[in-house]
């Protein structure tokens, strides 16, 4: 799946040295994730796409910065956001989302969460974009 130099692998190096974060298998079934305590925090689909389980309430809270970034893809009523990652500064974008996401699931833990939402896989449309300055 994810190639050594892709942007979603350089990421996901990245993320797994945090403290908070666990690698696991996804829910979903595709890919790679990254869990806080029991919940899953990311999950990297693709070379190029994350999901990341942002929450309701902080989606909410940063909705007109993410519908304004290029990279960021909302599903309407869903709390994971999708992440497309091309250059640096995209995953500069994640790591800062997913300090928002796990400072969220600190704030607010889920009663129970087996029954959490499931991520945005296989309901993405292709997203595609240039990145100012490439990789």
Do not use: Y
């Amino acid at each position: 799946m994810m190639g050594t130099m892709t942007a979603a692998s350089r990421a996901l190096t990245r993320l797994a040295t945090w403290r908070d974060l666990t690698e696991v298998r996804p829910t979903c079934g595709t890919g790679r994730a990254l869990r806080s305590g029991g919940v899953e925090i990311a999950h990297f689909h693709s070379d190029r796409s994350v999901d990341l389980h942002l929450t309701a309430t902080a989606i909410r809270r940063f909705e007109k910065d993410l519908r304004h970034s290029t990279a960021i893809r909302l599903l309407p009523g869903s709390p994971w956001v999708t992440v497309h990652l091309e250059c640096e500064t995209d995953i500069d974008l994640l790591m800062t989302l997913v300090s928002a996401a796990l400072q969220a699931h600190q704030r607010h833990p889920a009663a129970d969460p087996a029954a959490l939402p499931r991520c945005n896989d296989h309901r993405e449309a292709a997203l595609t974009r240039e990145c100012a300055g490439g990789i």
